[in-house]
């Protein structure tokens, strides 16, 4: 239905192309468009009205309701035909023509979701008066915007994880942010210094940045994709966000002690408020919280990408930590999976209060299944309730309320006997809002339709004046669905037929021949072909009866339902309450599950060292049809140097001891025959020089970046994982760097350290250094090098097992072989690998297998050269088969020589300045670049 103010054209009645609006392709859709403010005085009504939206709201694209549809004009129709797909049409008035483009209301959702992810803000713009009722023209106002992070339709959510948006004030070095969840009303604050609020940010990836007035924060940094918006300044304001929480919060103080966050969290608040159509506090923002970011276990975006926790690099679903150990059975729980794994704990207790119910439901198989299955039937009640505060909860909703709170004294019931504090308190906490369940199963019934405004939502026997009323609509029906057989006796005429159509009501058919026995009191209603259609002053009455108690029930039935609503509404503090135990109930089921089918075991928390035994990789273990466990054993020494060829599992094995870890602290049993835990405080990653190449960077930038966060925040209680540091450079600038990285985290950070490493000369400084140990990948080799026709399979089996010590042969042409290298040039290689051993020992006889020793004798001539080594890693981060001890000594001798005391005699006075040098570096406080230019002068004086 459209004004009557216009005409328009749809897609179906063939529009031409509209004439002018938005001939000029670079304007952009939001805000009003420039054909309509030019055209301001002479715009009809419904434009007029069009365009002040549009300027209320300049940065989203309005989209008007008109009748059935939502509809865009000018430069936002031909954007909204572009990205939705529908048909560019136009509307033509006195005072022109306009493109127009429209979206049936129906199915909004499906169409917000393209706009959405073209980077636009829509905002609805509703008719909130009824267009019968109103005398002119419909009045309208914009009841939502939506954004990419307030999204609150469930259609456009996922249902495991929370879509944020975020908001980031400063004071001098204290940063804070704010994250809300609008769909479930979950919001907290925090603060700190800049970088760790990035962190933050990339921990909580909201999907849409407010940055207040003033903040020095580059956006384009943060390694996930946000839409930044500009929210009112004034907004941030101290006393205008104090105001704003005062809302939430009874006494915002006392829960948000710090100015920053206040500002952050109002500033925030006042925005949700402002997408929600501005209609006051968001009732269901129950939940505004603070908390301390170092009191979980640290988790940065590179950590988080490289350890795959919840993005797979395979981009396959079932290949994240997440998915391994997703066990889960209502949406409630996957989303609080993936909170506790984002956020693992570093509170001992805490952590074990968790294992202690995990422990329980583990050896309780029998009440573990019936709450799970119990558990399957909740719905997602933390959005849903949310839906019910804003008023947009229908009848289906309602009932799905109380299907969630019927399988509560289930749930109870199994959990009678629990006794592990976590699980004793769970169950004692679930309330099952016995009034809230028999007012909705009372009121509203099973199965309703969508709609709630056309009746058939509400039970008989809540309401008595309805019931009055559908008494009154039934008897009616009753009465004329007699009438056929009445009024046949009556008149003799058997062919006589009562029926209904929309236009003319309730009518007596007869036909033709028989009209001459139509009775005196039937009054002509219309004359069909055949036939002439009749009614009665009784058939009339009875049908203004029945259409009266129709309608006036429906309306009734409406009224009675938000009634309903409102008062689950009241309650909303404890469904959110019921739903958060229910989510946590549901993961440590989850985890207990898990641990049951996959054989995890309980870790011991707070040991001194890491100490794993039989650890296995939770994802790949699913994948690999025999995964080998390793042990991991800190105890002896905090830094491991990981030598192995490629293939033999150094990254897997490096990872699983992070995983573990993580698990553990996120509450979850592990993948171990056993396992003694430290408590970590972050766990860091430079893992897979290859893989990263983001951001216009050069992969060598990126790591050493990478590298210098590590080096400036690692404790002792962190744990990092380094793979193949320095490879993204020459081969002696490489080893340079990893040499030093791995002397400064042994002697400065003590953090337990995984080392994976293909320059062999690394090994050394396990020997040096008291608290670095070597490990070392084996394969079996059947073999070595034996007759290359011999086609009975490959030469080389990748054992995947850990073992003490260095790895003292070279794989690499193996494996090169396995990979299809042409026979004649692997056994080119082979040779070229026995003359290079044979060389070794022809040098250095009856020496260890260690590389350096065996270098040792060489060094006087000792001379670094860029990329020497024809078999060491390269320069493009190419993982060739590079766990040869360089052909050329040249490097470890050089790099022996860095180490040699200053009154070392071969030496010659520039290299002793250069050690003295390096030595003095101030590693941890140099950046990348530094680094770089460093280098590059410390080669140039040793090349002069
Ligand atoms: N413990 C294990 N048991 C069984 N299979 C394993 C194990 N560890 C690794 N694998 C398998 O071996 C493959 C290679 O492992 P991984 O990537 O860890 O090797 P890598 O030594 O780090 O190799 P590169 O040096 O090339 O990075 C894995 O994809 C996995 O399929």
Redesign the pocket.
Known sequence: MHDADGTETRADEGGESPDAGASDGNLRPEGPPQKLRSNREELTPMLSQYLDLCEAHPEAVVLFQVGDFYEAFCEAAEMVARVCEVTLTKREDSTGRYPMAGIPIDNAASYLEPLLDAGYRVAIADQVEDAEEASGLVDRAVTNVVTPGTVVEDELLDAATATYVGAVTSEGDTYAVAALDVSTGDCQVTSANRPRIADELERLEPAELLVGPGVDFDTDSLAFETMVTDHDPAAFDAEAAAETLSAYLANPEAVVADATERRACGALLDYAEYTQGNDGALDYVSRVRRYDPRKTLQLDATALRSLELFESRSHRSGDTLADAVDETACALGRRRLVSWLRRPLVERSAIERRHDAVAEWVDRPMARETVRDALADVYDIERLVARVSRGRANARDLRSLKATLDVVPEVKAAMSDVESDALVSLRDSLDELEDVRSLVGDAVRPDPPQEITEGGVICEGFDDELDDLRGTEREGREWVADLEERERERTGIDSLDVGYNQVHGYYIEVTNPNLDRVPDDYTRRQTLKNSERFYTPELKRREDEILGAAEKADALEYEVFCEVRDAVAAEANRVQALADSLAELDVLTSFAAVAAGHGYVRPEMGAADVRIEGG??PV??R??E?????DADFTDGRLAVIT??????????MRQVALVSILAQAGSFVPADAAELPILDRVFTRV?ASDDIAGGQSTFMREMAELTDILHDATEDSLILL??VGRGTSTADGLAIARATTEFVHDEVGATTLF?T?YHDLTALAEELPDAFNLH?TVSKRDDGGPLDDADGPDVT?L??VAAGASSSSYGVEVAKMAGVPDTVVERAREYVREAERGAESESPGESQNPAERQEEETTNGRAEDGAFGDGPSANGD?GADDEPPADETLAAYVDGLDASDDDADATPAERDVVAEIRELDVAGTTPLEALNTLNELKRRLDD
């Open positions: 296995r990789h790949v273990e994948t690999q025999e995964f080998v466990p390793n192995g060829p490629n293939m033999s599992g150094k990254s897997t094995y897979g793979d193949e994976a293909h990948f990748f995947h097992r993982t």
